[in-house]
């Protein structure tokens, strides 16, 4: 099992830049493909980014390209998610997963193709 933690959300203004990291802890981290997920109130929880294994392929949302990166350094474990020029509608409760079933060897987009959570981090951008 993956036990993935979030951090470094919080308030900020619209414009603002926050990055978000996702440490992972319990198995071997590169072996997993890794995504970043938003869920606002009321909605459905959406894709934001994904990483591959090594790193050396990103994948983000229509809506974030541009303005998001998403990068890991797996002898940290870890995964973040640089956040630039914020918008309102960026306001959601933002998740990292992990994808630990076999073929794992793509960017996975889909919220059913990842099996680990994190708790999620909220991030709210004001006006």
């Known amino acids: 099992q993956v036990q993935l933690v979030e951090s470094g959300g919080g308030l900020v203004q619209a414009g603002d830049s926050l990055r978000l990291s996702c440490v992972a802890s319990?198995?071997?981290?590169?072996?997993?493909?890794v995504g970043w997920f938003r869920q606002a109130p009321g909605k459905e929880r959406e894709f934001v980014a994904a990483?591959?294994?090594?790193?050396?392929?990103?994948g983000y949302a229509d809506s974030m390209e541009g303005r998001f990166i998403v990068s890991r350094d797996n002898a940290m474990n870890t995964v973040y998610l640089q956040m630039n020029s914020l918008k309102l509608e960026d306001t959601a409760v933002y998740y990292c997963?992990?994808?630990?079933?076999?073929?794992?060897?793509?960017?996975?987009?889909?919220?059913?193709?990842?099996?680990?959570w994190g708790q999620g981090t909220p991030v709210t951008v004001s006006s």
């Open positions: 997963s992990v994808r630990v079933e076999w073929p794992a060897t793509e960017l996975y987009t889909s919220r059913q193709q990842y099996q680990s």
């Open positions: 990483i591959s294994r090594s790193g050396d392929r990103t």
């Open positions: 319990g198995r071997t981290f590169t072996t997993y493909p």
